[in-house]
C-alpha cells in the first residue's frame, strides 16, 4: 500500500461529526462506527458533553453500533464520556495500532469494510483504519480557541500528506 493511500480517508466530511448524517451512513453502507473521542466528540480535555452531540448519537444509534476508541490513557475521562452516552469503549488505544481498534471492530460482528473510523486526525485515526481495511472518515476538530496548538498539528499532518499525495477534498 502507497504512503498516499494508506493515509487516504474514504470521506472527508469538511465538518464536525455532528453532521455525519443518517443519510451519509446509509450511502456508504456502514452498520458500525468506531469513534475517537478527543476532538472528534469532544474538545479536549472537556468533560460536558453537547447537547448536540447527545442528539446525534440518539439519531445514529438505530442505524449502526458505535464503539468508542481513545488513545488518552485517562480511563475516567474516557469512561464518564462512554457513560454519559451509554457506548462501549476502549482507552490507551495507541492508534496507528490495530490491536485495540481490532477489539472493536470484532465486537460489531461486522464486515470490517462496512465498519468506519471516525476521527479527527490522520496520521492516528484514518492511518490505524485503513490498516485495518476499515472504511475511514476524517472529520473536522472540535477545537477550543486556547488548544489551538493542537490543531497546528493537525494541519501539519493534513500539509504533510497532501505532499505525499493524499487528496484533502471536502464532501
Known amino acids: 500500500m502507497s504512503r498516499a493511500k494508506i493515509l487516504q480517508p474514504d470521506l472527508v466530511l469538511g465538518d464536525i461529526v455532528i453532521h455525519l448524517s443518517p443519510n451519509l451512513i446509509r450511502q456508504y453502507n456502514l452498520k458500525g462506527l468506531v469513534l475517537d473521542v478527543d476532538e472528534t466528540l469532544v474538545p479536549w480535555k472537556e468533560k460536558q458533553l453537547s447537547p448536540e452531540l447527545i442528539n446525534w448519537v440518539t439519531e ?30 476502549i482507552f490507551g488505544a495507541g492508534k496507528p495500532s490495530r490491536r485495540k481498534l481490532r477489539q472493536a471492530v470484532n465486537a460489531m460482528n461486522h464486515p470490517v469494510e462496512q465498519i468506519a473510523m471516525v476521527g479527527d486526525r490522520l496520521f492516528t485515526d484514518v492511518l490505524a483504519g485503513n490498516r485495518l481495511g476499515m472504511f475511514t472518515i476524517l472529520v473536522e476538530p472540535m477545537v477550543e480557541p486556547e488548544k489551538m496548538k493542537l490543531l497546528s498539528i ?15 477534498n471536502k464532501t
Do not use: C, T
Not at 64 to 74: K, P
Not at 157 to 166: C, F, R, T
Open 60 to 89: 445514529v444509534r438505530p442505524i449502526v453500533d458505535l464503539w468508542l476508541v481513545s488513545n488518552n490513557l485517562s480511563q475516567n475521562r474516557i469512561s464518564a464520556i462512554a457513560s454519559s452516552l451509554n457506548l462501549p469503549f
Open 154 to 168: 493537525r494541519n501539519f499532518e493534513v500539509w504533510l500528506s497532501q505532499k505525499l499525495g493524499v487528496v484533502i
